[in-house]
T-cell receptor, first 115, second 111 residues
Framework: GAVVSQHPSRVICKSGTSVKIECRSLDFQATTMFWYRQFPKQSLMLMATSNEGSKATYEQGVEKDKFLINHASLTLSTLTVTSAHPEDSSFYIC???????????FGDGTRLSIL | QKEVEQNSGPLSVPEGAIASLNCTYSDRGSQSFFWYRQYSGKSPELIMFIYSNGDKEDGRFTAQLNKASQYVSLLIRDSQPSDSATYLCAVVEAAGNKLTFGGGTRVLVKP
């Protein structure tokens, strides 16, 4: 149980392109979803927290107009990297959690490369 | 600044031995504690979670929590080469639902 599906797994695109990443909880209702970014040899950095039907809460230093998050249902959240640039290249990982003191379950991640 | 501290390693362990990983946290009110395993280039995978003081065992893994000492540990018995990975300790803040991750301990199990 507790499977989180993330797509696409890899994206390579030109600078200026907008990229959309989907995160789905397959067998549970995710009241809260989280988006992380991880650079090589570094730990995960939380970008934002989203609750179903609410606006996302962004961490300090994360541009909300650049990283658009939508959590329209209890099983789907999307992250759109708008007008991506090479410095946005990273490993983006979503996680999802049921209500209450439950573990976060992670998707497989999306490796984004901006040329 | 709430912190979660781990020794970065690498922790080198012979195959079949016990690997012992430690983690300390600064937020005394934290209630939920997690261990994740992350292989290189992959996303984290939940190994164990523990909420109460004491030990919790699941297969070859045992998590130990001591809230008075603000300390959580993970033991891996009968270590296998496939256990070679980075192990992330994570703590949920008392006031919220965000995970605070430690920097991870890299474990190398040598055949």
């Amino acid at each position: 149980g507790a499977v989180v599906s993330q797509h696409p797994s890899r994206v390579i695109c030109k600078s200026g392109t907008s990229v959309k990443i989907e995160c789905r909880s397959l067998d549970f209702q995710a009241t809260t979803m989280f988006w992380y970014r991880q650079f090589p040899k570094q730990s995960l950095m939380l970008m934002a927290t989203s609750n179903e039907g609410s606006k996302a809460t962004y961490e300090q230093g994360v541009e909300k107009d650049k990283f658009l998050i939508n959590h329209a249902s209890l099983t789907l959240s999307t992250l759109t990297v708008t007008s991506a640039h090479p410095e946005d290249s990273s490993f983006y990982i979503c996680s999802a959690r049921e209500s209450g003191p439950r573990p976060q379950h992670f998707g497989d991640g999306t490796r984004l490369s901006i040329l | 600044q709430k912190e979660v501290e781990q020794n970065s390693g690498p922790l080198s362990v012979p195959e079949g031995a016990i690997a012992s990983l430690n983690c300390t946290y600064s937020d005394r009110g934290s209630q939920s504690f997690f261990w994740y395993r992350q292989y290189s280039g992959k996303s984290p995978e939940l190994i164990m979670f523990i909420y109460s003081n004491g030990d919790k065992e699941d297969g070859r893994f045992t998590a130990q929590l001591n809230k008075a000492s603000q300390y959580v540990s993970l033991l891996i018995r009968d270590s296998q080469p496939s256990d070679s990975a980075t192990y992330l300790c994570a703590v949920v803040e008392a006031a919220g639902n965000k995970l605070t991750f430690g920097g991870g301990t890299r474990v190398l199990v040598k055949p």
